[in-house]
């Protein structure tokens, strides 16, 4: 029985982040949008957060994914007002789900100036 839920719950795989759209709203301010697909069965295996971090891996910005996205696939969601120090020009935007964790697609950008950027 155990394998049988183990394989059912892995068949989802790993969260991957398949775009990112980021504007600069402040000195050091951030909106975010990220793009996330993961084949969410439901509550024991669904994409749950998304991480902003840094080249050293301090996480900067999570946004909680407060519920599976079974029938909403790719789906997006925004996170705004994330601070990022000065020096920092480029972050890593990564998905995490319920049962694999970290390891699907993560996508690097670099920080706007001023204007709106998105990166695939």
Do not use: C
Request: proline letters at 3%.
């Amino acid at each position: 029985m155990f394998l049988l839920f183990w394989s059912l719950s892995s068949f989802a795989g790993e969260a991957d982040v398949v775009e990112v759209k980021v504007s600069k709203n402040g000195q050091n301010l951030y909106n975010f949008t990220t793009t996330v697909f993961h084949k969410d069965t439901g509550w024991k295996h669904y994409a749950n957060k998304w991480d902003i971090v840094d080249k050293k891996g301090n996480v900067l910005g999570t946004r909680i994914l407060h519920h599976p996205h079974v029938n909403e696939q790719p789906f997006a969601r925004s996170l705004s007002g994330v601070e990022i120090p000065g020096n920092i020009k480029e972050v890593t935007v990564r998905a995490h789900d319920s049962v694999h964790e970290y390891g699907g697609n993560a996508v690097s950008i670099e920080l706007p100036v001023q204007h709106s950027q998105q990166s695939r």
